[in-house]
């Protein structure tokens, strides 16, 4: 799989439901079954019990419940036991607690324990990239502050989040979903960015909806994944950004979590953005210009045509494009440059539920097979094999519940073989 990133010296809804006035789902109270059928929720709040987030109902009116969450947490730390999970029959409660703010998961799904929290780490993060860790400051020092009257319209870009975490496994498995395009159109978006030359440039990309065509960046400034996925969110789950040339503080928490970023942000085609992080903030004529040559660079080399190609033919993307007999899904990780691939779902797949179901066993056997370099297990539906080999990769390949080990194995290196390949 071709690399995105260049060295320079320089539940049953989709991601994007929440438009209009309200959120969604804000209107659902605690007693309705309808808020108690989801099967994960999120929580945040403070440490003295204010709420300030809530995926599903309003914050306000879930303040006795998100009371009792506190409760818990700090029955725990008055006996000096952390509690990080609950597993209570089929529901899982975790509790991850960062300075004054208190972060909850509660899942009936079949995710680790592992990945729940990596998600509302994830979750945190977030939060970070609008407010820095001056939030927590603000927090510490008036620990009754009511941190929803600030929130500013922001809980719809964590409900964005909340949407996304259900069906890309990039968000809650620290990992970065290159967009699929040919390695020649690739390079010359990689070789273009590079022509942007500042001291003060951190990172510009392209990317193709949620996933990254090219990414170029300061020698000295690695992006984390956890950063890719709060700065993608932001500018894709924000519809303002779609209309003009975008100006906008951001944090990047892994890269500093007290110090504000500037992201130049501009869509030179519907769902294809040219995105220039900034360490000053007056660089916005500058990232304006070099707009304008990037652009010059990709129209006439009709690079920008074959991205928009790719996407409109991202569905030719299946399980059989390998050519591999018995091959019905995949999923693969390099553990180096922390890049995932997938293809789309097809045949047993297509329905949002079995689509759940697959990504979640893929979650499943991430945190078996890593310890281990094999790891086979036979379902009611598929049989599923699994490679890890230590800093280096994962790869799951799904197959029918007949095939043996033996013939899974052989599948499964056909298939490492044509990524490497491609």
Known sequence: MSSVEKDTKVEDETPGDESGDRRKHQKEAQHQAKWQNHKKHYFMLTNSGKPIYTRYGDEYELAGFMGILQAITSHGELNNDLIRFIIAGSVKVCFMTKGPIILVSISRTNEPISILRDQIELMYAQIISIFTLSIENLLTRRNTHDLKQIMG????????????????????????????????????????????????????????????????????????????????????????????????????PQLSAKAWLHCYVNFIRKDVALVIVSATQENFYFCSQAKDDVLKELESSKSLDTIVAALEDHENYCPTLPGISGLNHFFYKSLVTSQMTMPSFTGPYLGITERKRLLQLYQQMYYRATPHKVFYQQYQNESVLALAKKESFFVCAVLSPFESKTQASAICLQLLQWIRNE
């Open 153 to 252: 319209g922001s809980e719809r870009l964590l409900d964005t989040l909340a949407s996304k975490l259900q069906l890309d496994l990039s968000l809650g498995m620290k990992g970065i979903h290159p967009f699929r395009v040919s390695s020649t159109a690739r390079n010359f978006v990689g070789a273009t960015l590079q022509t942007i030359k500042s001291p003060d440039i951190l990172y510009a990309m392209i990317l193709a909806k949620n996933q990254i065509v090219s990414l170029v960046r300061n020698k000295r400034q690695n992006l984390h994944p956890d950063d890719a996925q709060v700065l993608i969110n932001l500018i894709t789950g924000s519809t303002g950004f779609r209309h003009s040339e975008v100006w906008t503080p951001v944090c990047l």
